[in-house]
């Protein structure tokens, strides 16, 4: 049975479900260049000496440094280099020294650049929905807990000891939650961060979250914000980037997939976890968000 924190930012880590799929550590020296296209999945990177430039696909390039930390949810494709960028004709291809240690530039060239890369999956039905929730990209500087992290993922892909698995995706969901409550709230684009830092709205986010299968209005959470019906409205989709109520279907949609994709319980039992009524009402609810019935998605998630 799935069992979801109340907390709003907890309970979205929790509901994505991360596991690690690739951990390296990547070192270069000289001049080098590492570019991966159509490479979708959630990227991480811990420089840990030296310094390099990450140039994201759709995005201005970053200087990275010493004690930088970079998070992107959803990464189409990247590119990384040396301060100096090689010429053209230089081989672009990393070499593996020793497992999940990856060399980058002339092998005879001192190692002037360390970082830990990792690449990871999350492993719910509804990561697209969630992963609208977060920033595109997280960049940090000097947040030693956060660095800490990083080494400690990669030590334990390396090892093959008991729960290993479990472990792995707890330290992934302290590593999200750390990155993405270390980033500045004002710069953030609409989302849950940027509506958690708005004291006006944190408890409305909290209910929704704690709540789901209670009856929820807006004029019931703009009270208990402090604010008109309609400055609660606005205030909540300018910060969230979606109306209330949009955005509490949304979150009891991405349980309602969880849960029936883990298919112990059945379409009423769902119902009711979600905020629905009856089977039948969280069915049209279901159809007309997801565009297919409860069945007709399990089906399709079980082949």
């Known amino acids: 049975m799935l069992d979801t924190p109340p907390d709003p930012l907890s309970s979205v880590v929790t509901l994505l479900k991360p596991s690690v799929s690739i951990s390296k550590m990547v070192e270069g020296g000289g001049q080098w260049l590492v570019e991966r296209r ?3 999945s959630p990227f991480y990177c811990a420089v840990v000496e030296g310094q390099c430039d990450l140039t994201v696909k759709g995005r201005d390039t970053l200087g990275l440094r010493a004690g930088d930390f970079v998070l992107i949810p959803h990464m189409q494709g990247f590119t990384m280099t040396s301060a100096v960028p090689p010429p053209p004709h230089v081989p672009r291809r990393p070499l593996e020294t020793v497992p999940g240690r990856f060399r980058l530039g002339k092998p005879e060239a001192p190692v002037d650049m360390r970082a830990l890369v990792g690449h990871c999956r999350f492993d719910t039905p509804a990561s697209d929905l969630l992963v609208s929730l977060l920033p595109d990209l997280i960049h940090v500087s000097g947040q030693d807990r956060l660095i800490a992290l990083v080494p400690t993922i990669h030590e334990e ?7 290993r698995e479990m472990v792995l995706e707890r330290l992934l969901e302290v590593l999200l939650i750390e990155a993405l409550r270390s980033g500045p709230a004002g710069a953030l684009p609409p989302g849950l961060l940027r509506g958690l830092s708005d004291p ?6 909290q209910q929704i979250h704690a709540e789901m299968g209670s009856a929820l209005s807006v004029e019931a959470m703009a009270r208990a914000a402090g604010l008109s019906r309609s400055g609660f409205f606005e205030r909540f989709r ?13 979150w009891r949609m991405a349980v309602a997939k969880t849960l029936l994709k883990q298919g112990n ?32 998605f399990t089906k399709m ?3």
């Open 38 to 40: 159509d490479m979708a």
């Open 157 to 163: 892909t390396r090892a093959n000891r008991p729960g």
């Open 200 to 205: 006006k709205l944190a408890g409305a986010l």
């Open 238 to 250: 300018k910060q969230l980037g979606r109306a209330p109520m949009e955005y509490a279907t949304d």
């Open 265 to 296: 319980l059945t379409n009423s039992e769902i119902a009711q976890r979600v905020g629905y009524g009856s089977a039948s009402a969280f069915g049209l609810a279901f159809t007309r968000h997801e565009g297919l019935s409860p069945g007709a």
């Open 301 to 303: 998630s079980d082949g």
